[in-house]
């Protein structure tokens, strides 16, 4: 069974530029996550999509982050425009729905100089 | 805001000791579930316990929950130095289905 899959796997870019991270979950799974790890620290959610809705969101900075997931299959997470603090890992997961064990992707780690 | 935090922080032992780690909560919880982080990877999932369960087993690892005192733990037995890495407890807050993590164990099992 393919996992969820991320891309890029890397992404340096200056700040105030614009950057989008994509994720493909596992076939069948109805919820996706992103979430966000700064060096050191635990994942923090970003957002929850059921299907193509969004289910939780309250965590997004919503100024500069927009997600969407228009067909309920893949994902696009957008920076725009990037600070230094944005600088992580964003993980994307995906559960079957109604379940708590998420499956997360290796992630895209972020560095904004 | 973090609804579990584990303890310790950070964790180095010699490989074949036991390794604990302790997460801490905050909210009543449907389940918990622990993951494994290794350096520059994705989470893992381990094992997810249920608030009306006490104690689950997994190959090596055993976890607890107390739901009295908000409180679990995992064990590895026999560590190895694959063990190496970081482990997270998730707990889901009120009954939302969605993991929240605490700040994460490291472990180092030294060869």
């Known amino acids: 069974e393919a996992g969820v899959a991320q891309s890029p796997r890397y992404k340096i870019i200056e700040k105030r530029q614009s950057v989008a991270f994509w994720c493909n979950p596992i076939s069948g799974h109805a919820t996706l996550y992103w979430y966000q790890q700064i060096l050191g620290q635990g994942p923090k959610l970003l957002i929850q999509f059921q299907n193509n809705g969004v289910v939780d969101d309250s965590q997004l900075p919503k100024d500069r982050f927009s997600a969407e997931r228009l067909k309920g299959v893949d994902s696009t997470l957008k920076i725009q425009p990037a600070k230094l603090e944005d600088s992580a890992v964003y993980l994307c997961a995906s559960s079957l729905q109604g379940a708590t064990e998420a499956f997360f992707g290796q992630g895209t780690r972020l560095t904004v100089v | 805001s973090q609804q579990g935090e584990e303890d310790p922080q950070a964790l180095s032992i010699q490989e074949g000791e036991n390794a604990t780690m302790n997460c801490s909560y905050k909210?009543?919880?449907?389940?918990l579930q622990w993951y494994r982080q290794n350096s520059g990877r994705g989470l893992v999932h381990l094992i997810l316990?249920?608030?009306?369960?006490r104690e689950k087993h997994s190959g090596r690892l055993r976890v607890t929950l107390d739901t009295s005192k908000k409180s679990s733990s995992l064990l590895i037995t026999a560590s190895r130095a694959a063990d190496t890495a970081s482990y997270f407890c998730a707990t889901d807050v009120g009954g939302s289905y969605i993991p929240t993590f605490g700040r994460g164990t490291s472990l180092i099992v030294h060869p």
């Open positions: 316990i249920r608030s009306n369960e």
């Open positions: 909210t009543s919880i449907n389940n």
